[in-house]
C-alpha cells in the first residue's frame, strides 16, 4: 500500500512531531500529505511530455558543433535525466567541461501550440541545439529556464534535441572562478521537458502580496501576455474549502486589490488559497494560469523583525540540496523528508546554500511553513568582478531571473545578494548597494539581505534592510563569550535595523566521541579543533543560547548546517574527516542524525513556545 511504504521511508523521523495550525501531524502523516496533495501546473490543458532517455558524450573542449548534430560514429553511453556526469569523481579529479545531452523526438505539431523546452536548471550553463540548430542558452546556474522551438518543428515528425551543460567556473559569472564552497555536479542535474502551451496565454505571472492588518491584504498582479494583451483578465482567489473570497475584473497588465477575511499563512498554519487568472479575448475566455499562494510577508516594525504584524524570531538552517553518492538527484520524498525533518527540530526558516535549489524545495516549504532566505551564487566573489559594471550587470540579470522563477512562492521572505563577499572594499559595498536597490525595485514586498563575514567592519550593512552575520566564534577562532559584545557594536554600527545569524557551526566526524569535550578558550579555538559529536552537540546549545539571550538585538539563529556535503576544494579538509567532506551537518551526508540533532530540536522548541507565549512566531 502507498500510505505504508511512505510511512516506512520515513522511519527515522516519524516519532518527532511538530504544530501544524491547532493541531499536531506526524512527519509520516504530513509527508503522505504534502508530496501527493500538494501538486499543480501553471496550465491546466498543458501537453507535457517528459525527456528522459538521452545520449551522453563528455568532453573537455568545445571545439567542434558536431556533437550537437545526429553523427553515428561519436561514441555515447545512454543515461536518464536528471543527470550528473562528475557524481563520483575522486577529489583532485573533479570532471569540469562539457556534457552533451542528445535525445529524439516524435512531434504531432499543432498549429495552435507554441512548443517549449523546460528544464528545472543545469549545472551551471547549458546552449540547445535542434537538429543541430542552435536555438537558445541559459546562463543562470541552477534557475530554470524555457526556449520556445516552435520555428525549428514545423513540416518535422521528429527532432533531435541536444543540450550542451558547461560546469567550468568562469571569472565573469556566478558562481564565479573563486567558488569552493561546494561540489560543482555538471550535467542536466533537474528534469527536462517539452511543453505544448496554447498560443493564446499569459506568462511571467508576477503575485506579491503586501501585510494590512491581521486578515486584510493587498494582493498585487502584474503578467505578461502572448501573442497580444487580452481585453480584460478575471482574478479569483478561493480557499482550500471552495468559497470564492475574491472575483475581480481588471483591464491592462497590473492590478492591486484588498483582500480582507482571509486566513494569513505561518509557520504554525501555511494556508494556501487556490488564484486563478483568466484572460478574455473578445468575450472568448483563454487558458486560465493557475497557482497555489498564501497571504503573507515578512516586514520591518520599531527595527526587529515580524510576520503579518506579529514579532517573529527566524530558527533554522541552510541546507545543501545533495544527499550520499546521488548528489544533487533526489527524489521529491527525499527532500519531504528533509524538510519535514527540519520542522520537527521547530525550525520555521531554511537558508538555501548557497544557491537555488529544486522547484521542489519551494513548493515544499510553501506548503510545510518554512520562511525561506533565497540565495544566488555569489559566494566569495571576486571583487574584481563584482566591483565593476560588468559585475553588476550581471547580478542583476541574475537576480531577475532568481525573483521571476521563485517570487511566486509564499515561503520567499528575504532574497539574499551574495554570501561572504568582501564588502570592507568600497567597491565591492557599492556592489551592494547597487543590486540592493535593483532587488528592492523588482520586489518592493520582500527584504534584502546578505550574509557576511566582516561583522562590525562591513562597509555595506547600511544599504540592506537585515543584517545577516556569518560568525563561528569558538570554532576557527575566538569564543561564544564574545558574541554579546559584536551584537552590541554591529548594532551601534546599525541602529534600527534587524540582525539575524545566518551561519554558526561547528563540524564533527560521524561516530567519534569525546565524554570529556569542552568549550576552548579564545586562543585555544584557533589551533586545536574537536570533531567529535559531543563537542558540536555542547557548541550547538550554547550558541543558540547565547543568541537566544540577546533577542533584543538578535532576530534568528540559522545553523550551518543541516547535512554534510562534499566541498569542491583540491586538498584534504580536515584530518578526522574524509578528504573534501564539510562535517558541519547535525546529519551526515546519507541522513544519519548526530548528537547535535536532538540539542538543537530541544533549544529551537524552547524558543518556539516562548515566541508562541508572546503571541509570536
Not at 25 to 48: E, M
Not at 60 to 86: F, G, L, R, W
Not at 90 to 112: A, C, E, M, P, R
Request: charged residues 25%; glycine residues 6%.
Amino acid at each position: 500500500m502507498k500510505e505504508d511504504a511512505i510511512n516506512n521511508a520515513v522511519s527515522d523521523t516519524d516519532t518527532a512531531y511538530f504544530g501544524i495550525g491547532k493541531k499536531s501531524v506526524s512527519i509520516g502523516v504530513l509527508f503522505y500529505w504534502v508530496v501527493y496533495a500538494f501538486s499543480w501546473s501553471a496550465y491546466s490543458t498543458t501537453d507535457t511530455v517528459t525527456l528522459q532517455n538521452w545520449s551522453f558524450l563528455f568532453t573537455e573542449s568545445d571545439s567542434s558543433i558536431h556533437y550537437a548534430v545526429d553523427n553515428d560514429s561519436i561514441p555515447a553511453e545512454k543515461i536518464q535525466v536528471p543527470h550528473s556526469y562528475n557524481l563520483n569523481e575522486s577529489l583532485g579529479n573533479h570532471k569540469d567541461g562539457f556534457g552533451w545531452y542528445s535525445t529524439t523526438v516524435k512531434i504531432q505539431y499543432k498549429d495552435d501550440a507554441d512548443y517549449v523546452l523546460e528544464s528545472d536548471g543545469v549545472c551551471l550553463r547549458a546552449k540547445i541545439f535542434i537538429d543541430g540548430e542552435y536555438a537558445g542558452e541559459s546562463r543562470h546556474a541552477y534557475l530554470p529556464f524555457t526556449i520556445n522551438i516552435t520555428r525549428f518543428l514545423l513540416n518535422k515528425k521528429e527532432v533531435r534535441i541536444t543540450i550542451r551543460v558547461d560546469n567550468r567556473l568562469m571569472r565573469n559569472d556566478f558562481p564565479d572562478h573563486n567558488c569552493n564552497g561546494w561540489w560543482i555536479y555538471g550535467g542536466l542535474v533537474r528534469s527536462v521537458r517539452l511543453l505544448a502551451l496554447p498560443r493564446k496565454r499569459i506568462d511571467n505571472c508576477r503575485l506579491r502580496t503586501r501585510y494590512v492588518s491581521d486578515s486584510t491584504f493587498k494582493l498585487s498582479v502584474s503578467y505578461d501576455s502572448k501573442p497580444t494583451s487580452p481585453d480584460s483578465m478575471i482574478l479569483s482567489v478561493v480557499s482550500p474549502k471552495k468559497k470564492t473570497i475574491l472575483e475581480y475584473r481588471f483591464t491592462g497588465r497590473a492590478c492591486t486589490v484588498t483582500v480582507g477575511k482571509v486566513t494569513a499563512w505561518t509557520p504554525d498554519h501555511p494556508y494556501l488559497y487556490d488564484i486563478e487568472l483568466t484572460p478574455y479575448w473578445d468575450n472568448v475566455p483563454g487558458e486560465p494560469f493557475q497557482i497555489k499562494r498564501g497571504f503573507s510577508q515578512l516586514h520591518i516594525v520599531d527595527g526587529a523583525l515580524h510576520l503579518n504584524g506579529k514579532p517573529v524570531f527566524l530558527r533554522g538552517f541552510g541546507r545543501h540540496d545533495v544527499t550520499g553518492n546521488k548528489g544533487p538527484l533526489l527524489t521529491r520524498k527525499e527532500r519531504c523528508v528533509d524538510l519535514a525533518t527540519i520542522k520537527s527540530t521547530g525550525a520555521n526558516m531554511l537558508r538555501i546554500a548557497h544557491f537555488p535549489q529544486h522547484p521542489d524545495v519551494y513548493e515544499l516549504c510553501d506548503s510545510l511553513g518554512l520562511i525561506v532566505m533565497d540565495e544566488m551564487p555569489a559566494w566569495k566573489s571576486y571583487p574584481g568582478f563584482i566591483g565593476n559594471e560588468e559585475g553588476q550587470k550581471r547580478a542583476s540579470e541574475y537576480m531577475k531571473s532568481l525573483i521571476d522563477a521563485h517570487g511566486n512562492h509564499t515561503c520567499i521572505g528575504l532574497w539574499c545578494i551574495a554570501n561572504e563577499i568582501h564588502s570592507v572594499k568600497n567597491r565591492v559595498a557599492l556592489y551592494v548597494k547597487y543590486l540592493s536597490d535593483f532587488t528592492r525595485t523588482t520586489d518592493p514586498t520582500r527584504l534584502v539581505t546578505y550574509t557576511s563575514f566582516n561583522y562590525q567592519f562591513d562597509k555595506a550593512y547600511e544599504y540592506v534592510d537585515v543584517v545577516s552575520v556569518n560568525e563561528y566564534f569558538g570554532w576557527y577562532f575566538g569564543s561564544i563569550a564574545m558574541l554579546p559584545s559584536l551584537f552590541k557594536a554591529i548594532r551601534k554600527e546599525c541602529p534600527g535595523k534587524p540582525m539575524i545569524i545566518t551561519e554558526f557551526g561547528a563540524s564533527s566526524a560521524a561516530g567519534l566521541h569525546n565524554p570529556e569535550a569542552r568549550l576552548p578558550g579564545p586562543v585555544e579555538s584557533t589551533f586545536k579543533k574537536d570533531y567529535s559529536e559531543n563537542f558540536q552537540a555542547l557548541f550547538h546549545e550554547k550558541q543558540i543560547e547565547a543568541i537566544r539571550s540577546n533577542r533584543d538585538i538578535c532576530n534568528g539563529a540559522v545553523v550551518w548546517c543541516y547535512n554534510d556535503f562534499m566541498e569542491y576544494r583540491k586538498k584534504p579538509n580536515d584530518k578526522d574527516l574524509p578528504a573534501g567532506l564539510n562535517g558541519m551537518g547535525i546529519v551526515t551526508n546519507d541522513r544519519k542524525k548526530k548528537m547535535a540533532f536532538d540539542i538543537i530540536q530541544k533549544s529551537f522548541c524552547r524558543i518556539q513556545n516562548e515566541m508562541n507565549s508572546a503571541r509570536g512566531y
